[in-house]
């Protein structure tokens, strides 16, 4: 027999009061609408305090699904929380090749080997990579004792968040995942990790500071392009702050789609204009200058010296004769002036 859970429950106790008050409200309406026919005043009355308890009791039934569809499963989450329901491991059953048949000897002379052998490998606990642990940009301390709900995948939500056609394996081409769960005990403003794995290898991740309730439903989604959906198996890993919470899997087949391809420029080479190389002129013959005779020397003498006579500026007990300046002739070497060479107009020679 199935169970309800609790999201489904409160969804079911909405629906029956809002027919609740479907009802309630037409009941007073009804009632306001048939005491104005009525000829006694105190039925009249009645009728319509009848009619407006209705009503008030309608409105207040409103208030109350509000109140049921926005606190309800946080403060049921918080008395009932989900519970983690582990995915079960299939072993592998040990079945020998060769079924013995005793012979004449009492020992047999072939031992039997499983084909299989049924030694258990060690699997490593998922970890946040250290890349990515420097991009926690909270400083709320998690709570560890949050609780998350095995994934279920999906390549679409409705309104509620709910996967519409949740499943294992898909085939290409795909757009948008969503890996769905639900959970309990988160604080808000702690960090939370999704990482998402193809084959082993780390092909996309989120972390970003819890911005949802204590409890509820939520997903972590990626939307490559589809060309980036490769065939392969996916895993999903959830970690709140450095804690592995919850991971799940599942399968991608078929080829990608092959992606359009983009137009590229391609640069064209202008054409430069060259020069023509012109003809050079034979350079013309330029005659020999002729010799300048040399100027010959001349004396020039120098302006002689006149003394002057210093007045008497005050009596002075005693005078001095102040005696005359000497004449003194300096010599004055004589420069030579060249005279300025003739140079002739060459004449322009015919190129040969």
Do not use: C
């Not at 309104?159 to 959970?183: C, W």
């Not at 589809?226 to 080829?255: N, R």
């Amino acid at each position: 027999m199935p169970q309800l859970d609790i999201r489904t429950g409160v969804l079911t106790a909405q629906a029956i009061l809002i027919l609740l008050i479907i009802i309630f409200l037409w009941r007073g309406v009804s009632l306001i609408a048939r005491a104005r026919a009525l000829r006694f005043f105190r039925l009249r009355r009645e009728q319509n305090l009848r009619g407006w308890r209705m009503l008030l009791v309608g409105i207040l039934l409103i208030g109350l699904v509000y109140l049921i569809g926005t606190q309800a499963e946080p403060v049921l989450y918080a008395y009932f929380p989900p519970t983690v329901t582990p995915s079960i491991t299939p072993t592998i059953s040990v079945t020998p090749t060769i079924s013995l048949t005793p012979t004449i000897t009492l020992s047999p002379t072939i031992t039997p080997t499983p084909s299989v052998s049924d030694t258990p490998t060690i699997t490593p606990t998922p970890f946040i990579p250290l890349a990515i642990e420097a991009r926690f940009e909270s400083t709320i301390t998690p709570n560890p004792d949050a609780v998350f709900s095995p994934l279920v995948f999906t390549d679409g939500l409705d309104d509620q968040y709910r996967p519409l056609k949740p499943g294992e394996t898909f085939e290409n081409p795909i757009g948008h995942m969503y890996a769905v769960f639900s959970y309990d005990g988160m604080i808000r403003g702690s960090q939370w990790t999704a990482l998402w794995y193809r084959n082993g290898e780390l092909v996309h991740y989120e972390t970003i500071p819890w911005d949802g309730e204590t409890g509820g439903l939520g997903f972590t989604d990626w939307n490559p392009p589809p060309s980036e959906w490769l065939p392969g198996t996916y895993q999903v890993q959830l970690f709140v702050g450095l804690i592995w919470k919850q991971a799940g899997f599942f399968t991608v087949t078929g080829d990608p789609p092959t992606p359009a391809p983009t137009s590229t420029l391609t640069p064209t080479l202008t054409p430069t204009r060259t020069q023509t190389a012109t003809r050079t002129p034979w350079p013309t013959a330029t005659p020999v200058p002729t010799r300048t005779p040399r100027p010959s020397p001349t004396m020039t003498l120098s302006p002689t010296i006149t003394p002057t006579r210093t007045p008497y500026l005050s009596p002075t007990p005693t005078l001095t004769r102040t005696p005359w300046p000497t004449l003194t002739r300096t010599p004055v070497t004589p420069s030579i002036t060249p005279q300025p060479t003739l140079t002739r107009t060459p004449t322009r020679t015919p190129s040969p």
